[in-house]
């Protein structure tokens, strides 16, 4: 039986990756920890923050 996979779709690229052990370090380099809005628009997204656990232990 195969451990249970992370559903990383709403990570970032950075935070994807460093769910490997290998690349656990990645997890600084992940610049998307906050929603970043369309201009001139009210309520659209241009780019989602990443929902990765490590955001939280941050702030």
Avoid: F, N, W
Avoid at 16 to 26: D, S
């Amino acid at each position: 039986m195969s451990a249970p996979t992370l559903d990383t779709d709403t990570m970032s690229a950075e935070c994807a990756v460093a769910q490997r052990p290998e690349y656990k370090g990645l997890h600084r380099d992940c610049t998307q920890t906050k929603d970043v809005p369309l201009p001139h628009s009210y309520g659209i997204l241009l780019v989602r923050r990443c929902t990765c656990t490590c955001h939280t232990r941050r702030r």
